[in-house]
């Protein structure tokens, strides 16, 4: 026999167990029940999560470095940026997912299915983190691996960390590499594509991390100690809010697409969502400013209609304020903020986008 709950979470990633925590950290679940559908059977280090702390959030104890410098590479050229105020900050999953399983794991009250057909979803108040990609194959993605490397000596300035390297092979697309300095002896060293996936050539991450590795940072030896791989959607991949249904994380348009930053959207849109658990079905959806969706829209038609000149614009945005930058990039930015970063870019190819 099915089992009925209140709440049902579809999807136990971050977004989904984001919202576990919140609830149950805020006390929501004492006299309420949820399951959480997960096909995973254990949970382990399996992506990182990074962002400026433009908020503060509840997994400081989770972040595995924080840096206030970083820098910008282009043409041989090198921007230097402070961020002191807003620190970009790396979060392990691993560590995350320990954290709040430890937490959820003492409510009787939460219970882990492997598949929906397994409870009564007819009278629960449902929570989908699973992204509609029914039309995925013409979009943008950000899709990307990356690897945690370690050397036998000193070799890193983990002071500062390089946020996008453009001085490599573009193949038609926006590629770019991105160095996290965990301490002098370790990195998370990513290759990333902005594109539509159809040249398989840019997924031979390994030949691609390894000749960045030792042909442009010129490190011979090092060993990996840990692999990443994935695609996030530069497109809204959200299925139809009901009555009882309400879309979370990447599913609920928690990613910004003109970056691929979900982590602290994420946070946000939980806790929003346990403030108004008790009317949640007649209360509006939290969403991302619109202003960002249509700015992000008119920025990704011409990454995909002139991707060769996307490095120069990203390069140019970083010229503005750092505190610019990053409450745009962030959803933070105020109007003057935003007209800043605007009036940085080739306006007739941007005017022209916003019409096509």
Not at 112 to 129: H, Q
Not at 145 to 151: D, L, N, R, S, Y
Not at 218 to 233: H, R
Request: charge should be positive; charged fraction near 30%.
């Amino acid at each position: 026999m099915m089992k009925d709950f209140d709440y049902i979470i579809i999807g136990g990633g971050c977004a989904g167990l984001t919202l576990a925590y919140e609830l149950e950290y805020h006390d929501k679940l004492k006299n309420k029940t949820l399951a959480i559908i997960e096909k995973r059977d254990d949970y382990k280090r399996d992506k990182t999560w990074s962002y400026w702390k433009t908020v503060p959030h509840k997994f400081d104890d989770c972040v595995k470095k924080r840096w206030k410098d970083y820098t910008i590479n282009f043409k041989g050229n090198v921007e230097y940026k402070n961020c002191k105020e807003t620190p970009y900050e790396s979060i392990d999953s691993g560590l995350f997912y320990k954290k709040i399983l430890n937490k959820i794991n003492k409510n009787p009250n939460i219970q882990f299915f492997k598949d929906i057909s397994e409870v009564n979803t007819e009278n629960a108040i449902l929570f989908n983190s699973l992204p509609n990609l029914k039309n995925k194959d013409s979009n943008l993605w950000q899709h990307f691996q990356g690897v945690e490397i370690e050397t036998e000596k000193d070799f890193f300035d983990d002071q500062i960390m390089n946020l996008m390297d453009f001085d490599c092979d573009q193949k038609k697309s926006v590629h770019f590499f991105y160095t996290l300095p965990y301490s002098k002896k370790s990195a998370l060293i990513e290759t990333t594509w902005l594109s539509k996936m159809e040249d398989d050539s840019e997924k031979n991450y390994d030949k691609q991390i390894t000749d960045y590795i030792e042909n442009t940072l010129k490190l011979k030896k090092y060993k990996i100690n840990y692999k990443e791989v994935g695609a996030i959607p530069l497109f809204y991949p959200k299925f139809k809010n009901d009555k009882t249904t309400i879309n979370i994380g990447t599913a609920g348009g928690m990613t910004r697409l003109s970056t691929g930053y979900t982590f602290l959207n994420i946070q946000e849109q939980a806790e929003y969502i346990t403030q108004n658990i008790d009317k949640i079905t007649q209360t509006r959806a939290f969403d991302i400013k619109s202003k960002y969706k249509f700015l992000d829209n008119v920025f990704l038609k011409v990454l995909a209609d002139k991707p060769e000149i996307m490095p120069n614009i990203f390069f140019k945005m970083f010229k503005s304020k750092s505190k610019t930058v990053i409450n745009f990039l962030s959803n933070k930015s105020n109007i003057f903020e935003d007209l800043s970063i605007i009036l940085k870019m080739p306006k007739w190819t941007f005017i022209k986008a916003v019409f096509k």
